[in-house]
């Protein structure tokens, strides 16, 4: 039985409806930073895997607007190696630490329950587990237990073999039926519905068009009644998109940020709680605009409602 956390106000675009008990409440879709301290990520090839490195980054998505930063010490690049669990903890709790002390809001980004328990006591405030759960069976009775803000993802599998994966009847149906056993499973383990933030999984045992009909389903995610985590930064099917009219190459991560913020502002009209982003100014700015727009938009009326 899936219960659902409600909104208290009518939600306007930009303008979520629901929000994790705990976290910050800017009125507008939030902006998660990213902080990868591993050697081999897809989108900055190990910038920030060095501690300072990763300190310095955060604290710098900070002053471009990050309302949260998300620091992870594993990969989950398609093919990824998983590290040793005593080598995240070595990368991810110096950089929690330290941001957390200057003042972040800071999400961990881990599947093990061990991880997140350190990271939880060096100062996180959120646990982003984009396996919902299901890669430790400790995860979910660990955040229920802390009573900490919670993301679940809809994840099928590890990423070395997560693209077999990729089959779906119906992907939206398919996905919304996923998330809700991996709700229910967190509220049987003791998690309050306040505390749940629900996520799509974009590239996660998703083709690109399995990702661009969950964009453009957003709304129905929304619905679950759940604060919507949106990670649709720098992903491949956006450079798939963009590819080179010559060559077919796809575009270089990197140059992804303008397809970045164009997801951003759609995203955020469909009322999700927050998204999360490698570059942070270009988000931050496009969240503002959509919150601000909303406050003056009214229902677009059919052109039959003007005949008499």
């Given at each position: 039985?899936?219960?659902?956390?409600?909104?208290?106000?009518?939600?306007?675009?930009?303008a979520?409806?629901?929000?994790?008990h705990?976290?910050?409440r800017?009125g507008?879709t939030?902006?998660?930073?990213?902080?990868n301290?591993?050697?081999?990520?897809?989108?900055?090839?190990?910038?920030?895997?060095?501690?300072?490195a990763?300190?310095?980054h955060?604290l710098?998505?900070?002053?471009?607007g990050?309302?949260?930063?998300?620091?992870?010490?594993?990969?989950?690049?398609?093919?990824?190696?998983?590290p040793?669990?005593e080598?995240e903890?070595?990368?991810?709790?110096?950089?929690?630490?330290?941001?957390?002390?200057?003042?972040?809001t800071?999400s961990?980004?881990?599947?093990?329950?061990e991880?997140?328990?350190?990271?939880?006591?060096?100062?996180?405030?959120?646990?982003?587990?984009?396996?919902?759960?299901l890669a430790?069976?400790?995860?979910?009775?660990?955040?229920?237990?802390?009573?900490?803000p919670?993301?679940l993802?809809?994840w099928?599998?590890?990423?070395a073999?997560?693209?077999?994966r990729?089959?779906?009847d119906?992907?939206?149906?398919?996905?919304l039926?996923?998330?809700?056993?991996r709700?229910?499973a967190?509220?049987?383990?003791?998690?309050g519905?306040?505390?749940?933030?629900?996520?799509?999984?974009?590239?996660?045992?998703?083709?690109?068009?399995?990702?661009?009909?969950?964009?453009?389903?957003l709304?129905d995610v929304?619905?679950l009644?759940?604060?919507?985590?949106?990670?649709?930064?720098?992903k491949?099917?956006?450079?798939?998109?963009?590819?080179?009219?010559?060559?077919?190459?796809?575009?270089?991560?990197?140059?992804?940020?303008?397809?970045?913020?164009?997801?951003?502002?759609?995203?955020?009209a469909?009322?999700v709680?927050?998204?999360?982003v490698h570059d942070v100014?270009?988000?931050?700015d496009?969240?503002?605009?959509?919150?601000?727009?909303?406050?003056?938009?009214?229902?677009?009326?059919?052109?039959?409602s003007?005949?008499?």
């Amino acid at each position: 039985m899936t219960v659902t956390a409600h909104a208290t106000t009518s939600p306007r675009p930009g303008a979520p409806g629901v929000h994790p008990h705990g976290l910050p409440r800017p009125g507008r879709t939030l902006v998660m930073g990213v902080v990868n301290v591993t050697p081999d990520s897809f989108s900055d090839g190990g910038l920030s895997f060095a501690a300072d490195a990763a300190v310095a980054h955060g604290l710098a998505l900070l002053e471009q607007g990050a309302d949260i930063v998300d620091v992870g010490g594993e990969s989950t690049r398609p093919g990824a190696a998983r590290p040793p669990v005593e080598e995240e903890l070595r990368r991810v709790l110096p950089v929690v630490r330290e941001l957390a002390a200057a003042g972040a809001t800071v999400s961990v980004d881990t599947m093990r329950a061990e991880v997140a328990a350190r990271a939880l006591d060096a100062g996180a405030r959120l646990i982003n587990d984009v396996s919902g759960g299901l890669a430790d069976p400790a995860m979910l009775p660990l955040a229920a237990r802390a009573g900490t803000p919670y993301v679940l993802m809809h994840w099928r599998g590890h990423s070395a073999g997560m693209r077999g994966r990729a089959v779906y009847d119906h992907v939206v149906t398919d996905v919304l039926d996923e998330l809700r056993l991996r709700i229910d499973a967190a509220l049987e383990a003791g998690m309050g519905p306040d505390r749940l933030i629900v996520d799509p999984g974009l590239g996660f045992a998703k083709t690109p068009d399995h990702n661009w009909e969950l964009l453009g389903r957003l709304g129905d995610v929304v619905a679950l009644g759940h604060p919507v985590l949106v990670g649709a930064s720098r992903k491949s099917f956006l450079g798939g998109l963009l590819a080179d009219r010559t060559t077919g190459e796809p575009r270089p991560a990197r140059l992804r940020d303008a397809a970045t913020a164009a997801v951003s502002v759609l995203a955020a009209a469909q009322g999700v709680w927050c998204l999360r982003v490698h570059d942070v100014a270009s988000t931050a700015d496009a969240v503002r605009v959509t919150a601000r727009w909303g406050v003056g938009a009214t229902p677009a009326r059919s052109p039959l409602s003007r005949v008499r």
